[in-house]
């Protein structure tokens, strides 16, 4: 069992910037895909960034060139690198973890972490 655990949200005015970091307990040996997603009031969760054991990217159209996912040296944490927060960003944000080992895939969810950025 892996447990994630964010930090880093909070309130921030337009045109700022926010870190967010996610620690998973444990090591993660296996091959793996951090990401992080996010959801507004009345939204479904979406897909804002994620990162491969491989060092792989990937990123939501509406944060490229904004936002940067990136794995510690320890490869158990991940952290997010917004810059440029616009309003639209405002939600809680949350750290997955996809970890392939052998035939199992497993996914793991943190808690959430609320970003808002006011105007």
């Known amino acids: 069992q892996v447990q994630l655990v964010e930090s880093g949200g909070g309130l921030v005015q337009s045109g700022g910037s926010l870190r967010l970091s996610c620690t998973a307990s444990g090591s993660v040996n296996s091959y793996s895909i951090f990401g992080w997603y996010r959801q507004a009031p009345g939204n479904q969760r979406e897909l804002v960034a994620t990162?491969?054991?491989?060092?792989?990217?990937n990123y939501a159209a509406s944060v490229k060139g904004r936002f940067a996912i990136s794995r510690g040296n320890a490869k158990n944490t991940v952290h997010l690198q917004m810059d440029s927060l616009k309003p639209e960003d405002t939600a809680v944000y949350y750290c997955k973890i996809r970890i392939y080992s052998g035939a199992s895939v497993d996914n793991y969810w943190g808690q959430g972490t609320q970003v808002t950025v006011s105007s």
């Open positions: 990162v491969t054991s491989d060092g792989d990217l």
